[in-house]
C-alpha cells in the first residue's frame, strides 16, 4: 500500500527574498502558500494544509487582519482556492474527510472552512499556545481565528506521538496518522508552536512534507541561515534551528526521499 501526492498552491504572498535567505537580493517575491493533496487508498483525497483561501482576502479587508496584510501581501483569486482546485480535479468538498494541519498560520488554514466534514489532525501544542488570542495579539502570531470553522476543535483529532524508533532518526516519535504506516507525522516546531511536517510512502519512496521548517528546497538540505530580520517571526528561534537540523539529518540518512516545501517548487525523485 501507498499514497499518492499531489503538491499544489492556493494563492501566493509576497515577501522580501532577501528576509527568507541571507545574501539573496533585496528584491519583492512572490512565494507560492503551498498545500498538498494526498490520495489514500482506503481514505480518499486527505488534504496537507489548504493554502490561502477566500476568507484570508476578506480577513485582511477588516481590522485587525488589515496588519497580516500590510506585513505579507497576499495574491489569491476566485479560482486559487484548495475549495475549487479540487473540485476541477474531481473531488467535491464534501468527499474530503481528512485535513492534516501542520500549524496555524493564515497562509495554512485559510481554506479549512471550505472543508465541513473533515476532521483536522494536528499536534495539540500547535493549538493550546493559540486558542485564547485574539485581534492584534493572535495576527501577530500569523494567526487569524476567523479563518478557523466555529466548531474548529470539536473536529480535531491531536496527533497521537509515540518512539519513532531507529528508522526515524533523528526524530524521537512520529504520530502514525491512520495507522497504517503512510502517513506519520514528525515534530517540527520553532516556526511556529507544534509545526508537524509529515513522511508520506509513495510507490516511489518517501517524500517528505516539510511545512515551513524551510523557505526553499535548498535551504531544507543545506543549513541556509534566514535574514536575523526573519528571526523576529518565528515562535522560537533555538527549537526552529534545531527542528532545521534534524530534517537535514534525516533526509541525509534517507537518501532515496524527496522533499516538499510549502513556499518552494516540489523537489522530484532523487
Ligand atoms: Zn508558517
Redesign the pocket.
Known amino acids: 500500500m501507498s499514497v499518492r501526492v499531489i503538491p499544489l498552491r492556493a494563492g501566493a504572498c509576497l515577501n522580501l527574498a532577501a528576509i527568507t535567505e541571507r545574501g539573496a537580493p533585496w528584491r519583492v517575491q512572490a512565494y507560492p502558500a503551498g498545500f498538498t493533496l494526498i490520495l489514500h487508498p482506503t481514505r480518499g483525497p486527505v488534504l496537507f494544509d489548504t493554502g490561502y483561501g477566500a476568507g484570508v482576502v476578506a480577513a485582511m479587508r477588516r481590522w485587525p487582519g488589515l496588519i497580516y496584510g500590510l506585513i505579507t501581501p497576499v495574491q489569491c483569486g476566485p479560482h486559487d482556492s484548495a475549495r475549487e482546485q479540487l473540485r476541477v480535479l474531481g473531488f467535491p468538498p464534501d468527499e474530503v474527510r481528512h485535513v492534516i494541519v501542520s500549524?496555524l498560520?493564515a497562509?495554512?488554514v485559510g481554506g479549512l472552512r471550505d472543508f465541513p466534514h473533515a476532521t483536522f489532525h494536528l499536534d495539540r501544542r500547535a493549538w493550546d499556545p493559540l486558542r485564547a488570542l485574539r485581534g492584534v495579539r493572535a495576527v501577530r502570531r500569523?494567526y487569524l481565528p476567523e479563518l478557523l470553522p466555529d466548531d474548529f476543535e470539536d473536529r480535531c483529532a491531536w496527533l497521537n506521538f509515540k518512539p519513532g524508533g531507529d528508522a526515524l532518526d533523528p526524530f524521537a516519535e512520529a504520530a502514525d496518522v491512520f495507522g497504517d504506516g503512510l502517513l506519520r507525522a514528525v515534530p517540527l516546531p520553532g516556526?511556529?508552536p507544534g509545526m508537524v511536517g509529515l513522511l508520506a510512502q509513495e510507490d516511489a519512496g518517501l517524500t517528505v512534507l516539510a511545512a515551513?521548517a524551510a523557505w526553499s528546497v535548498r535551504a531544507g538540505r543545506e543549513a541556509r541561515p534566514v535574514h536575523p530580520l526573519a528571526r523576529v517571526a518565528f515562535h522560537d528561534p533555538a527549537q526552529e534551528a534545531a527542528s532545521g537540523a534534524a530534517l537535514r539529518a534525516f533526509l541525509h540518512a534517507n537518501p532515496g526521499a524527496r522533499l516538499h516545501v510549502s513556499h518552494d517548487h516540489p523537489e522530484d525523485w532523487p
Open positions: 500549524h498560520h497562509d495554512h500569523a516556526h511556529a515551513d
